[in-house]
Structure formats: structure tokens, C-alpha cells
């Protein structure tokens, strides 16, 4: 059984940063490409960014230069640094597990942007 919890969600000003992390629970993590989704009020799940096995990355456009993917196997948790948030970085964000033995969804964790 895998189980991926997401923490450090919240409220925060226009202009300002958070960072998201993903918990793993299970062994695949280290085996697993990890990647951030997020859902918007009223709009379809959109991808965010992927770090693969490797360590290799790729941002939607939408946050490239301003969001960090990044993972430690040590600690089977990955994290998403958010800067220079804008208010259109508000909804719910997901990660997402992909290994072998399938594809595994946190449960999301809200961000708002707002002043």
C-alpha cells in the first residue's frame, strides 16, 4: 500500500513563496517518478512539474522560473518551491507517484494567493 500526504499548503500574499511537500509511505518511492498537479475552482487538473528516477525536471510554462521541483530519497519526499506566487496559483495541489506497479494520488493540500 502507498499513501503520498501533502503538507504545507496555506494562505499567501501576491508576490510571496511557500513550499508544498509530499510524503511517501511504502518502498517505491525511490522507483517512482514524482510530479505535481493542481486543480483551480471550476477548471480541469492541469500537470505542474515532474522530477523523474534520474533526477531530471520539466515545469508547465505557467511556472517555469518560478517553481522548484525537487525530491529526497532519504527522506521519500518530494517538494515544490513556490516563488513570485500570483493569484492565478490558487487551488488545490496533488502529487502524484508512477511506478511500475501503478500511479498513486495524494489527497491535495489547498494554496490561495491573496492579498
Known amino acids: 500500500q502507498v499513501h503520498l500526504v501533502e503538507s504545507g499548503g496555506g494562505l499567501v500574499q501576491p508576490g510571496g513563496s511557500l513550499r508544498v511537500s509530499c510524503a511517501a509511505s511504502?518502498?517505491?518511492?525511490?522507483?517512482?517518478?514524482m510530479a505535481w498537479y493542481r486543480q483551480a475552482p471550476g477548471k480541469q487538473r492541469e500537470w505542474v512539474a515532474v522530477?523523474?528516477?534520474?533526477?531530471?525536471?520539466n515545469y508547465a510554462e505557467s511556472v517555469q522560473g518560478r517553481f522548484t521541483i525537487s525530491r529526497d530519497n532519504a527522506k521519500n519526499t518530494m517538494y515544490l518551491q513556490m516563488n513570485s506566487l500570483k493569484p492565478e496559483d490558487t487551488a488545490v495541489y496533488y502529487c502524484?507517484?508512477?511506478?511500475?506497479?501503478?500511479?498513486?494520488w495524494g489527497q491535495g493540500i489547498q494554496v490561495t494567493v491573496s492579498s
Open positions: 502524484r507517484a508512477t511506478a511500475r506497479e501503478g500511479a498513486y
Open positions: 511504502g518502498s517505491i518511492f525511490s522507483n517512482s517518478a
Open positions: 522530477i523523474q528516477i534520474s533526477g531530471s525536471t
